[in-house]
C-alpha cells in the first residue's frame, strides 16, 4: 500500500509538471499580413480580468529569448498577469519601425499585427482592457514608442529600454536601418517630434499611454542623444516643459530619474551601455501592477547629467514651395505645413519655405 501511495503521489507530481504553465504559441490571433509570431505565457495563477504585458524583443532576439532572459515570467507568476511575447518576422529579427505599415495606425505592418494579438488576448483571456501594458528592449523599445503612437487608446503606459523617437527609424521599407537615427543624429524641435508621434494615429485626441524612457550614456548602438529626442517628444505630446521638474534616484544606483510630469519620466544611466538592464519590480510600479504600484522613493534636486558629446544635427531635406491657391491660407513660421493626413496650409508666410522633415511631418521654416 505504501508502494501504491508513493506511486499515486509521484504520478500526480508529473501531471501537475506537465499542466505547469509554459511559452505557447498562437497562430490564429487575427489579420496578420506581416507575418509576426505571437507567443503568449498565461500563469498558473491567473487573475480574473488579468492586465496584460506586451515584452517586446531586441535584434537578433526571439519571443523565447526574451521569455527566458527577462523577469516578467517570474513577475506574472507573482501577480498573475498575462504576458504577449511577439516575435518579428524578419531576418536578423530586429522589428518593422521603419515603413509606413508599421508607423500608421491599422497600417498593416507589425505595429497592426501586435495589436491584434492583444485583442485576441483580451477576448480569449477576458484581459482587462484598461490595464495593457507594453515594453521592449533595443529594437522593441523602439516598438514600444511606434505602439504608444500608433495605438494609443489600446495601452495604459509603456516602458522603453534603450529606443529612439517614434518614428525616427523611417526608411520607408521593412526592416530598415536608418544611421542618422541611430547615431544620434536626427535631432528635431519638440513640437516636429510630436506632430510626427500624433499622426501616426490622425485625429485622435484621447488619453496616451504615460512613458518610462530608459538610456545609457556609454551606448554606442542607438548614441544617446536619443534619450533627449525621445523625452522632447513625448514631453511636447503630453505638453510639459523640456526641462525636468524634479530629478533625483533611479530604481537603482546605475540610474537617475528624470520627473517631467506625472505622466512622463526618464531613467538615465551614467555608467549604462546598451544593455539596460530591466528593473522588474520598478516595472510594475510604473504599471500599477501588485505591490509595485507603490510610489517612488523621495526626489532630491540634482544636476541632470549630460546625455552626449556629439554636436551633429540632422540636416532637413530640400526645401520644397507651392504657389499659394487665391484666397488660401499661410502657415507662420515654425507652423506645420504638410504631412500624411495634413490638410491645413500647405503655404509658408514669406519668406519662409515649407521643408519635409519625414513622411508626417513638414514645416515651415
Known amino acids: 500500500m505504501r508502494f501504491l501511495s508513493t506511486l499515486g503521489s509521484g504520478l500526480l507530481a508529473l501531471c501537475a509538471t506537465a499542466q505547469a504553465a509554459s511559452l505557447q504559441q ?50 506574472a507568476d507573482q501577480h498573475g498577469f498575462i504576458v504577449i511575447y511577439p516575435e518579428s518576422p524578419y531576418s536578423g529579427t530586429c522589428w518593422d519601425v521603419s515603413s509606413p505599415a508599421s508607423l500608421t495606425y491599422e497600417g498593416g505592418g507589425n505595429s497592426n499585427a501586435i495589436a491584434n494579438m492583444v485583442r485576441w488576448t483580451l477576448s480569449q483571456h477576458n484581459g482587462d482592457a484598461a490595464r495593457v501594458f507594453v515594453t521592449g528592449t533595443s529594437s522593441g523599445a523602439m516598438m514600444t514608442n511606434v505602439l504608444a503612437a500608433t495605438y494609443p487608446d489600446m495601452f495604459a503606459a509603456g516602458i522603453a529600454y534603450a529606443g529612439v523617437p517614434a518614428g525616427c527609424f523611417y526608411t520607408g521599407t521593412v526592416n530598415g536601418w536608418n544611421s542618422t537615427c541611430s547615431q544620434g543624429n536626427a535631432v528635431f524641435s519638440a513640437e516636429l517630434w510630436a506632430q510626427t508621434a500624433r499622426n501616426m494615429r490622425p485625429g485622435y485626441t484621447g488619453p496616451r499611454p504615460k512613458m518610462q524612457i530608459y538610456h545609457g550614456a556609454l551606448d554606442t548602438t542607438l548614441y544617446p542623444r536619443n534619450y533627449n529626442e525621445t523625452i522632447k517628444q513625448w514631453s511636447a505630446v503630453f505638453g510639459y516643459p523640456g526641462t525636468p521638474v524634479s530629478v533625483g534616484p533611479g530604481p537603482s544606483s546605475q540610474f537617475v530619474r528624470e520627473i517631467y510630469g506625472d505622466r512622463l519620466q526618464g531613467l538615465w544611466g551614467a555608467s549604462v551601455s546598451h544593455s539596460v538592464p530591466i528593473q522588474g519590480a520598478e516595472d510594475m510600479r510604473w504599471f500599477g501592477i501588485g505591490q509595485g504600484g507603490t510610489s517612488p522613493p523621495p526626489l532630491t534636486t540634482t544636476v541632470r547629467p549630460p546625455a552626449t558629446t556629439t554636436t551633429n544635427v540632422a540636416v532637413p531635406p530640400p526645401a520644397t514651395t507651392t504657389a499659394a491657391p487665391p484666397g488660401g491660407c499661410s502657415a507662420a513660421r515654425w507652423g506645420q505645413c504638410g504631412g500624411q493626413g495634413w490638410t491645413g496650409c500647405t503655404v509658408c508666410a514669406s519668406p519662409y519655405t515649407c521643408r519635409a522633415q519625414n513622411q508626417w511631418y513638414s514645416q515651415c521654416l
Open 26 to 75: 498562437i497562430t490564429n490571433f487575427g489579420a496578420n499580413p506581416s507575418n509576426a509570431k505571437m507567443y503568449i505565457y498565461v500563469p498558473d495563477n491567473v487573475v480574473a480580468t488579468p492586465p496584460i504585458v506586451v515584452a517586446v524583443h531586441y535584434c537578433s532576439g526571439t519571443a523565447q529569448a526574451y521569455f527566458s532572459g527577462t523577469p516578467y515570467r517570474q513577475l
